[in-house]
């Protein structure tokens, strides 16, 4: 009986795969090639097609305010690298939602064979056996992943929340906090809950004017606005 491979889909804390790849940028190495960056790994199902089309569209017209936040992107679909370069040049010419002339600059991979796309779990036979959905990989510096996001084949991803995640996961890292629902940059946030007895009690006694209480195991930091 033949064997067959299977891999388990990387999971939040996880190193990210490692893989090389052909893209519409040249040949990439990942995670060498990123090394200090943040990365956006994200599949679409197919090149041609109206969802796709418009996130890449949107996607390119953000890539510098993802750069200024040292967050790279790179695509991914199961097309040939030729498919992927007549699409591109066919969205330059594709004028939606006030966006119009847009280049898309960032890799997109070629992965005909499916290697990479398998290796994330991207390809989910609950809804397609030959196209990618819609996955998205929030990827840090050291090449752990920090959140997955899927969406299914007919619905387009939200951009402003990827960007949001970015943002909120940065500042968890830099200030050691955490960020509560519907979170953005400038509202208060979560401080660690407290660990002891004592620490809970002194948190409820002693407010401070940059950091209050609302129960010994929520406390919260003002932010300046």
Request: proline residues 5%; negative net charge.
């Amino acid at each position: 009986m033949e064997e067959t491979t299977t891999n388990r889909m990387p999971l939040i804390g996880d190193k990210a795969p490692a893989f090389k790849a052909v893209t519409t940028q040249g040949e990439i190495d990942f995670p060498r090639d990123y090394e200090g960056k943040w990365v956006i790994l994200f599949s679409h199902p197919a090149d041609f097609t109206p969802v796709c089309t418009t996130e890449f569209m949107t996607f390119a017209t953000m890539a510098d305010e993802f750069k200024a936040l040292n967050t790279e992107l790179v695509g991914l679909s199961v097309d040939s690298l030729y498919a992927h370069i007549a699409w591109l040049r066919k969205i330059q010419e594709i004028e939606w939602n006030g966006m119009k002339n847009v280049e898309v600059k960032f890799p997109l991979i070629e992965d005909i064979r499916m290697d990479v796309a398998n290796k994330f779990g991207m390809i989910q036979p609950g809804q397609s056996n030959t196209q990618a959905v819609r996955a998205v990989f929030v990827i840090d510096p050291q090449a752990t992943i920090r959140t997955i996001l899927y969406y299914p084949l007919s619905t387009g991803r939200n951009f402003d929340e990827i960007k949001r995640i970015i943002i909120a996961l940065q500042k968890a890292d830099a200030d050691h906090v955490a960020t509560p629902a519907n979170w953005r940059p400038g509202d208060d946030v979560i401080v660690p809950t407290a660990g002891s007895c004592g620490t809970a009690k002194e948190r409820m006694e002693t407010q401070t004017d940059d950091q209050y209480c609302l129960d010994w195991f929520m406390c919260f930091r003002k932010e300046k606005k």
